[in-house]
């Protein structure tokens, strides 16, 4: 997708620990095929496919706060990357806010899983298919 296909060009959230928010985020978007595609040092990681679209990061003010507002949601290519996202975030240290299923209440062929990470900011791996 070129980024002109996007109504977004990037979302960044506040994390406490870049350095434990990136194992998290390796394994929970690894989960779904998309990776690192810029270090920043100390100041944060992009993850995407080819461009830098997910940032984690200390907050610009210098004070993080990540809370029930914050809800990203992620493309997947499937419901077994769904799934495998759940699975890995649970593993790495996130919350269960939803567990993959059918959200017909959205979609009749959404189907999605939510979880906190270990910062508290709400994500989802979806699919309408």
């Known amino acids: 997708m070129a980024v002109a296909d996007s109504i977004i060009s990037h979302v960044s959230v506040p994390v406490a620990d870049i350095a434990a928010a990136r194992r998290f985020y390796d394994a929970v978007l690894g989960a779904l095929g998309y990776g690192v595609v810029m270090d920043a040092g100390p100041h944060g990681v992009a993850y995407g496919s080819a461009f ?69 900011n709400k994500i989802e791996a979806m699919l309408i298919g």
């Open 52 to 120: 830098p679209e997910f940032w984690i990061g200390h907050a610009l003010e210098g004070q993080g706060a990540p809370g029930n507002g914050v809800h990203v949601a992620f493309l997947a290519p499937d419901r077994a990357a769904v799934d495998a996202f759940h699975a890995a975030a649970l593993a790495a240290g996130g919350t269960d806010e939803g567990a993959p299923g059918l959200r017909p209440h959205y979609d009749a062929n959404y189907y999605g899983a939510f979880v906190r990470d270990p910062d508290g």
